[in-house]
């Protein structure tokens, strides 16, 4: 579990000043209690948020010893510098179970696609599991080197998991699939149509030459009536 030094936020100071300093303001709600204010450490949070993300476990210790096991509820960024704003902590019962997005990884590399050209299609980015806080996880992930054909597809109810996590997701949804490469199909008609074209302008010019040739020899005409 990771662990986070967090300070209670004293009333009356600076917000901007304390930014300034390398801190960020933070909120923990507690069920049932009015919310804490603190301020932690920019940098270590950062770098715990890279770790944990929304679905890990995370221990803030107080300057006088207590303890608070919390996930990350909301991160607030400054739009134009993409700087962490402020955050918001969700005290959780350790004894009761909890909600989470997961992230998910693909792994491994489809036949499919080295054999036939496939394209691999990630319809899901993460799925919402229910387990307790404890058992949390960051990412699954998923294996498509199972993915041997074009009728290959990874369903929801196709991931092992622990047995103390559940899958919220339909059974049923798809993972991802697999779909037939189209780059042939759709260079044949702008081939014909290119060959249409160009047989066009042949017609053209053809029709064109022949115009010339016919004014050629009205005119060659003319000049023996006037001589005769």
Known sequence: ???LKVKNRE??????KVRKEGMIPA???SKGQIGLSLFIDYVKFAKAYEDAGESSLIDLVFDDGQSKKVLIHEVQYEPVKDRILHIDFY???LAKKVTAPVELEFVGEAPVVKNEGGIVIKQLNEIEIECL?????KRFKVDISCLTDFSSTIHIKDLVISDKITILNNPDDVVVNVTEPRAAEEE??????EGAGEEAKEGEKAEKTGE???GKEAGKGKEAGKKE
């Open 1 to 3: 579990m990771i662990q």
């Open 11 to 16: 009333k009356g100071l600076s917000l901007k």
């Open 27 to 29: 909120i923990v709600y």
């Open 91 to 93: 005290e959780v019962d």
């Open 133 to 137: 806080p404890a058992d949390l996880i």
């Open 188 to 193: 044949t008609p702008a081939a014909e149509g």
């Open 212 to 214: 010339e040739d016919g």
